[in-house]
């Protein structure tokens, strides 16, 4: 039934901290309608007339009112929130997964909700509790490593969880990445291929680059080459971190011939370094990043890389958790989508 017409209310005081603020009540005031009505417009705007939903619309435009999607999340038993930690924003290299996420989660009505975890767990574990207190859709994290009580905390929720950016037969959930042991072996493996012997490796020391590291490590033992020099540079990446790097590298082995970068944000570093110094490269010494950033195509020289791709993993952490509040099938919840060596001139 359509509701009478009202005479225009003057608009509701703005609330003071402290004392609410601008409610379905108020609204419907303004509007001439009930609050339930308001909900209803809201939530069902077929369920109303033309007129009241222009009002009601009209009653929300000047009185600023937000709805409160905590409260519709209670009766829906979805927030339409989803909760994604990465370890920083401050570098490039997650940024493709992001994208993908926001993208695919906004196509289904979602929202993400964003938050910087580090390189350490402390703040992982804050960020889960304050997380997991507002039941959001679903959590993304990085990586596989996190405290056994954030494990126990994920795991109590019952919220559909996503790690990325790495790989395992175990995961808390359901995880989309790729293996980074993998990742080192292949470049030992492509590096030695190009006949370097006298490797270096200047990397940040986050704990999914150290396990890179090992897998570089361990290959050229296998082959026969063993006490590769490492410099550990801060995380996260940055191109000074690179430049030092190396200079601290080169300075005690002068004698290497390629460098395994963390990064290609390191990657472009050293090679900095080395031109700034006569150094050619890769004549004199090759390098390799990680990560294949959209500069890698465009550096002097271009940079041989290893190329992820996020876009796949932010789409596929999108699907898994979508899926799953929809109470679909996700399908198998461990996705390894591997990584590609990309040859270019730098090595």
């Known amino acids: 039934m359509k509701e009478p017409a009202a005479p225009p209310r003057k608009l509701p005081r703005a609330a003071r901290p402290g004392t609410g603020g601008i409610t379905l009540n108020d609204v419907g005031r303004l509007a001439g309608v009930s609050a339930?009505?308001?909900?209803?417009?809201?939530?069902?705007?077929?369920a109303v007339s033309p007129d009241t939903l222009e009002r009601v619309r009209s009653a929300i435009a000047r009185s600023g009112y937000v709805?409160?999607?905590?409260?519709?999340?209670?009766?829906?038993n979805r927030s339409r929130l989803v909760a994604a930690l990465v370890p920083t924003i401050?570098?490039?290299?997650?940024?493709?997964?992001?994208?993908?996420?926001?993208?695919?989660?906004?196509?289904?009505?979602?929202?993400?909700?964003?938050?910087?975890?580090g390189y350490g767990g402390a703040r992982e574990d804050a960020l889960l509790d304050a997380i997991i207190g507002r039941r959001p859709d679903g959590i993304v994290l990085t990586g596989i490593m996190h405290s056994a009580e954030g494990r126990k905390r994920l795991l109590a929720s019952g919220i559909p969880v996503v790690e990325t950016w790495d790989i395992t037969p175990t995961p808390i959930d359901m995880i989309v990445g790729f293996s980074h042991e993998k990742v080192g072996i292949a470049v030992a493996d492509y590096l030695h291929?190009?006949?370097?012997?006298?490797?270096?490796?200047?990397?940040?020391?986050?704990?999914?680059?150290?396990r890179r590291q090992a897998g570089f490590e361990q290959?050229?033992?296998e082959l026969g080459v063993r006490d590769i020099p490492v410099c550990l540079v801060p995380a996260p990446s940055a191109l000074g971190n690179g430049r030092m790097g190396f200079a601290d590298l080169r300075a005690r082995h002068p004698g290497i011939d390629v460098v395994f970068c963390g990064s290609?944000?390191?990657?472009?570093?050293?090679?900095?370094e080395a031109q700034a110094t006569g150094l050619s490269v890769p004549?004199?010494?090759?390098?390799?990043?990680?990560?294949?950033?959209?500069?890698?195509?465009?550096?002097?020289?271009?940079?041989?890389?290893?190329?992820i791709d996020g876009t796949a993993i932010g789409r596929q952490a999108a699907r898994f958790i979508l899926d799953r509040?929809?109470?679909r099938d996700p399908g198998p919840r461990v996705r390894d989508l591997g990584f590609s060596i990309v040859k270019r001139a730098s090595a």
């Open 283 to 307: 004549g004199e010494v090759a390098v390799m990043g990680f990560g294949d950033l959209p500069f890698a195509a465009f550096t002097h020289p271009l940079l041989s890389t290893v190329r």
């Open 36 to 46: 339930i009505t308001v909900s209803r417009a809201l939530n069902t705007p077929a």
């Open 264 to 272: 290609d944000v390191i990657a472009h570093g050293v090679i900095t």
């Open 90 to 117: 401050a570098g490039p290299v997650f940024l493709e997964t992001i994208q993908a996420l926001t993208d695919a989660l906004a196509d289904a009505g979602c929202q993400l909700m964003l938050g910087q975890s």
């Open 219 to 221: 290959r050229f033992a």
């Open 193 to 210: 291929g190009q006949g370097f012997r006298k490797p270096g490796i200047v990397i940040a020391g986050d704990e999914r680059a150290m």
């Open 325 to 327: 509040v929809e109470n």
């Open 67 to 76: 709805p409160n999607l905590v409260a519709g999340g209670l009766a829906s």
